[in-house]
């Protein structure tokens, strides 16, 4: 993945957010159908870039597809984020939810946090300059 989308929530127009149910869609989701309904890659192109068995993709592309499917059926906010991924240029921001120090993307174990040794992070939105 190059960078992160730039749209991370779709919801029913008209309907509060906070009124609707709420689905998770992973990176590594957003990234699967990405190359293979938007980009038109094979399963086998698209695990290669992804770096994962062709099996592994198929299951990760599946789970989307559901989501994305019962998202626009039922009329659920669906939100783009989370999972464990580095960006194509190597980037990425990872934070401790509980000291809020960053995570050095160069380190061995990335798993948890070197101020405070919590394994509670998430992924801060990469910031664009683009509009």
Not at 62 to 70: F, H, N, W
Not at 72 to 84: A, D, K, N, P
Request: charged share 25%; aromatic share 6%.
């Amino acid at each position: 993945m190059t960078r992160e989308p730039h749209i991370s929530v779709f919801k029913p127009a008209g309907i509060p957010a906070k009124d609707l149910e709420e689905i998770l869609i992973t990176i590594d989701e957003y990234e699967a159908v990405r190359m293979a309904d938007f980009e038109g890659l094979s399963q086998r192109d698209a695990s290669a870039a992804m770096q994962v068995s062709q099996p592994t993709f198929n299951r990760i592309l599946s789970s989307a597809r559901s989501k994305i499917a019962r998202g626009i059926v039922l009329g659920s906010v669906l939100r783009i984020e989370g999972g464990r991924y580095i960006l194509a240029d190597g980037t990425g921001v990872l934070e401790c939810l509980d000291c809020g120090a960053s995570v050095d993307m160069s380190a061995d174990d990335k798993s948890t946090c070197g101020k405070c040794g919590s394994t509670k992070l998430r992924w801060l939105r990469w910031k664009s300059d683009e509009t």
